[in-house]
């Protein structure tokens, strides 16, 4: 069974860095996509990025492009995103997630979530 557990967010100032980690302390990810969403109060959940399960293709939100990098290490069932170049319009609740490629096109093709870890940045 797929359990995410995601840690790493907090409150930096603009232009700072950050890198999110999420474990499947269930060991069942591997042969998924993994990714990231996020969501700000009153907005939907959107996408941010997303691996596939060998790490050979890798998508990105344009919002985050050339200032996110998501990888994976598939030993120890972790993935990352890198934060780097932060702006305010990124503070949001960070979710993990896992199910296929197409997750990048919404939420429906999520089958697990992590329970969403905090990202603040100001101005």
């Known amino acids: 069974q797929v359990q995410l557990v995601e840690s790493g967010g907090g409150s930096v100032q603009t232009g700072g860095s950050l890198r999110l980690s999420c474990e499947d302390s269930?060991?069942?990810?591997?042969?998924?996509?993994m990714g990231w969403f996020r969501q700000a109060p009153g907005l939907e959940r959107e996408f941010v990025a997303t691996?596939?399960?060998?790490?050979?293709?890798?998508y990105y939100a344009d919002s985050v492009k050339g200032r996110f990098t998501i990888s994976r290490d598939n030993v120890k069932n972790i993935v990352y995103l890198q934060m780097n170049n932060l702006k305010p319009e990124d503070t949001a609740v960070y979710y993990c997630?896992?199910?296929?490629?197409?997750?990048?096109?919404?939420?429906?093709?999520?089958?697990?979530w992590g329970q969403g870890t905090q990202v603040t940045v100001s101005s």
């Open positions: 997630a896992v199910g296929t490629p197409a997750m990048r096109v919404g939420v429906q093709s999520v089958n697990y």
């Open positions: 269930g060991h069942t990810s591997s042969l998924y996509s």
């Open positions: 691996i596939t399960w060998n790490g050979g293709n890798r």
